[in-house]
């Protein structure tokens, strides 16, 4: 299929962006009333498995869509935000969606919508549900943009199942201000007798995700409680009422993927997915950005003898997730490049990282009106404790740190915002 040059992603994603003034406005009025004209894509979906939660939700996905291939099946997949080309975030039966295919349902979704008022990640969404229900494939795996009650994928009546990564403080001004709040806002995704697998959590929300479930009767299936995981002697272990498994670690490198193993280990398993699903949802699972190591490219060759890493966290979680996997990696002196949008808790991301690494070079975060400035990112983390300098930029900062430090380790962090940038230098 040729695609009109008018009619090309980009122009069309950009036309999207004009049609509400807020890029985040939460409601599913607007997502129902184009369902609606599209004659309702989302009852036409392959079985759906819905993932919500602050952490862990793209790398749980990740691990699903390979358990469900590993057992010879197909998965529409839906993640966000993308870190390179937009196409990244819409899979049709496991392949990312073609250009002639996007362009398509996001033509028909701006025909069908109007000029009426539609937040850009509604539209997408929708666009994005009405490609999915037109190819075939055996499953569907959603994962929800911001919170879950009024999140524009929260529109699947009846999902074959439900799951709720860690929850943890993140979009705020949102969300609410307490874990409870947050975790409230997380369990609407919840549907009457529909199972939901939740991952580990803090008590505080593990009471308000209980708590929910109960007044809308969806049954749980808790980590602690229904399912165990945990790591021995160099392999990953999983416990369920249908007994034991002994897996590798996870090919996602971090303590906290064992928790995003075993939640999607726990959905496959009450799905009715065999050993062979389980093995290859741990083994074979991709996803870019999370602890990744950058080995080849521009950047990459910028380090020399140093290491590159990249990942995206970006709340005190993440922090706390990326000081543990940092510290389980043989010992080099870790020097930071990071760059943060104004609205995350800097501090509470920085903070964990200070313990562990020598320096940290701030950054811009390249085309984001949101970002801070160098200075002021150097000047959280000074207040967190690290000792930070400002850089020009991504590449300046590897080549004073690997001039500095040649056989340092070198992580690149903060935003997914900035790791999409840094996948796109490094080609």
Request: proline share 5%.
């Amino acid at each position: 299929m040729t695609v009109s040059p008018d009619k090309n992603s980009d122009r069309l994603l950009q036309r999207m962006m004009t049609l509400h003034p807020k890029i985040i406005d939460l409601t599913l009025d607007r997502v129902w009333r184009l369902l609606a004209v599209l004659d309702h894509p989302e009852r036409r979906l392959p079985p759906v498995i819905h993932v919500a939660g602050t952490n862990g939700k793209g790398s749980t996905l990740a691990m699903l869509r390979a358990g469900v291939e590993g057992a010879g099946q197909a998965a529409h997949v839906y993640t966000s935000p993308h870190l390179v080309r937009f196409h990244e975030r819409v899979r049709l039966a496991g392949t990312l969606i073609s250009e002639a295919a996007l362009a398509e349902v996001l033509d028909e979704c701006l025909a069908a919508n109007g000029t009426d008022p539609i937040t850009y990640f509604e539209i997408t969404t929708v666009a994005a549900l009405l490609g999915f229900s037109r190819v075939p494939a055996d499953w569907t795996l959603l994962e929800t943009g911001l919170g879950g009650r009024l999140d524009a994928t929260n529109v699947v009546e009846v999902p074959a199942m439900t799951a709720i990564t860690p929850i943890d403080l993140d979009h705020q001004q949102y969300l609410g201000e307490t874990l409870a709040e947050i975790a409230q806002e997380k369990a609407g995704i919840m549907k009457p007798g529909v199972l939901c697998v939740v991952g580990p959590q803090l008590p505080e929300a593990l009471e308000a995700l209980e708590d929910h479930a109960e007044r809308v009767r969806a049954p749980l299936h808790v980590h602690g409680r229904d399912w165990l995981v945990w790591e021995e002697r160099g392999r990953m272990v999983f416990q369920d009422q249908t007994g034991l498994l002994d897996l590798p670690l996870p090919a996602l490198r971090g303590e906290h993927q064992i928790g995003n193993a075993g939640l999607a280990l726990a959905v496959l398993r009450k799905l009715g997915f065999g050993a062979d699903a389980c093995e290859a949802a741990v083994t074979r699972a991709e996803w870019p950005a999370r602890m990744q190591r950058l080995s080849e490219g521009r950047l990459a060759a910028l380090a020399g003898g140093a290491e590159l890493w990249l990942d995206g966290g970006h709340n005190p979680a993440a922090g706390r997730a990326l000081a543990s996997a940092m510290a389980d990696l043989p010992a080099k002196p870790l020097h930071l490049i990071c760059g943060m949008l104004k609205t995350k808790d800097v501090g509470g991301f920085m903070t964990p990282l200070a313990g562990i690494a020598e320096t940290l070079r701030a950054v811009a975060i390249p085309g984001e009106d949101a970002t801070l400035t160098a200075e002021e990112t150097a000047a959280a983390a000074r207040a967190a404790g690290l000792g930070a300098s400002v850089s020009g930029g991504v590449a300046e900062a590897i080549r004073a740190i690997a001039g500095e430090a040649p056989g340092a380790r070198i992580m690149i962090c903060g935003s997914l915002y900035l790791a999409g940038h840094v996948l796109r230098e490094n080609g």
